[in-house]
C-alpha cells in the first residue's frame, strides 16, 4: 500500500523502521527530489504531506513523504478527512506516504478507521520490561536482522541486560556484529559478559530483592538505579508489572488449576516453562499477600505522579513492601 503508518512509544525503533524504508524506496540519486519530511501537529501541514504525496516522482525510484508526529488518529476536522478520503485511494504506484505518532489511534474517529483500511499499520509499543520472553524474541529479531548469531544463553543475558531500550540494543548488537568482524561465529554468554556495557542491577532484579525481604539490597538497587537516570514511574511499572504476575500465578495455583498453559495465559505469560521458576520464587507465600503489594504499589505510582521526592518516597514504599512479605 502506498499509506505507510507506524505508531508506538518506541520512538527509537521507529526510526529504524523509517530509515530502512527509506533505503528500500529512495534511489538516493534522486532523494533530495522525492523525498519529504513535514511536521504533522498542524492542519496545513498535513495538507502539504497529502500535496507533496500526489506529486509525480521526479528522475528515478519512487516519492517518499513522511508526515512525522501527526495528529491525524488523534483529532481530525471533516475538511482534513475530506482530504484523506480524496487523496490515500489516489495515490500514484510510486509514491509513497508515511505517518507516524507516538500516540494509539483513537479506534473511534473516522479518520483512524479509514486510515486503517487505507494504510499498512505497524505497532512499535515499549515492551513491559517485566514480559521478558517478549523482549528475549525481539533480541532474536533484531539481531537477525543486523546479522549477529546468538546462543540461546546470549540471547537471554542481553535480553536481561538492555531490557525494553531499543537504542541500546541496536547499539550493543552493533558492536557484537564488530566484534565478530562479520564473521559467521556465534556470540555466546562469555562475549556479552566481556563486551555488553550493562549494570547488573534492574527493576526486575529490585522486585526479586523485595520479595526475598531483602531490604538492604533493595534499598541498595533503586538507588543505583536513580543514579543511571532510571525513571521512577517505569521503575514503579515494573514492580507492579512483576508483583501482578506473581499474585495471579499464586492465586490460580491456590484455586486448583492444574493446567501450566492455562496459569500462563492468566498471567500473561508467553511461555508457560518460566512457571517452574515462578513457583519456586513465591512457594512460601500465600495469593492474599501478594496481591496485598498491589494497592501499595498504585499508591507509590499515584504519589510519583503528584511530583513526590522519588528516593524517598520509593525507600518507603520499598520498606512497607519487605515489611508486608515477613511470612
Do not use: H
Request: glycine share 4%.
Amino acid at each position: 500500500m502506498p499509506t505507510i503508518f507506524y505508531w508506538g512509544e518506541d520512538e527509537f525503533a521507529i526510526n529504524q523502521a523509517v530509515k530502512n524504508l527509506q533505503a528500500k524506496l529512495l534511489d538516493p540519486n534522486w532523494i533530495q527530489f522525492n523525498y519529504d519530511k513535514i511536521n504533522g501537529d498542524r492542519n496545513e501541514a498535513i495538507i502539504e504531506a497529502l500535496n507533496q504525496a500526489m506529486t509525480p516522482v521526479f528522475g528515478m525510484g519512487n516519492r517518499l513523504v513522511w508526515l512525522a508526529d501527526t495528529v491525524i488518529c488523534q483529532q481530525c476536522s471533516e475538511d482534513i478527512f475530506k482530504e484523506l478520503q480524496r487523496t490515500l485511494p489516489n495515490l500514484p504506484e510510486n509514491s509513497y506516504l508515511l505517518l507516524t505518532s507516538a500516540k494509539k489511534p483513537d479506534s473511534r474517529l473516522k479518520s483512524s478507521k479509514f486510515i486503517q483500511n487505507q494504510a499498512e499499520v505497524k505497532e512499535f509499543e515499549l515492551i513491559p520490561p517485566w514480559k521478558v520472553e517478549e523482549i528475549a524474541q525481539r533480541v532474536r529479531e533484531i539481531a537477525k536482522e543486523v546479522g549477529v548469531k546468538l546462543t540461546p544463553d546470549a540471547i537471554e543475558l542481553l535480553a536481561e541486560s538492555v531490557g525494553n531500550n531499543s537504542r541500546l540494543l541496536w547499539m550493543e548488537l552493533e558492536k557484537l556484529r564488530l566484534f565478530k568482524n562479520n564473521s559467521a561465529g556465534t556470540i555466546d554468554k562469555k562475549d556479552i559478559l566481556s563486551l555488553v556495557n550493562a549494570s547488573n542491577q534492574s527493576s526486575l532484579q529490585l522486585a526479586s530483592a523485595i520479595l526475598k525481604r531483602e531490604t538492604g539490597k533493595a534499598l541498595e538497587l533503586v538507588n543505583e538505579l536513580l543514579n543511571r537516570n532510571e525513571n521512577p514511574l517505569a521503575i514503579t511499572a515494573t514492580l507492579g508489572g512483576q508483583f501482578r504476575t506473581w499474585a495471579i500465578v499464586k492465586l490460580k495455583i491456590e484455586e486448583g488449576e492444574k493446567d501450566e498453559k492455562n496459569i500462563a495465559a492468566a498471567a500473561e505469560i508467553a511461555n508457560p516453562k518460566r512457571l517452574y521458576f515462578i513457583r519456586k520464587e513465591i512457594q512460601s507465600f500465600s495469593s492474599k499477600q501478594l496481591l496485598a503489594t498491589l494497592p501499595i504499589l498504585l499508591e507509590l505510582e499515584y504519589r510519583l505522579k503528584r511530583g513526590a521526592e522519588p528516593l524517598a518516597t520509593l525507600q518507603t514504599k520499598i520498606i512497607e513492601l519487605c515489611c508486608l512479605l515477613v511470612t
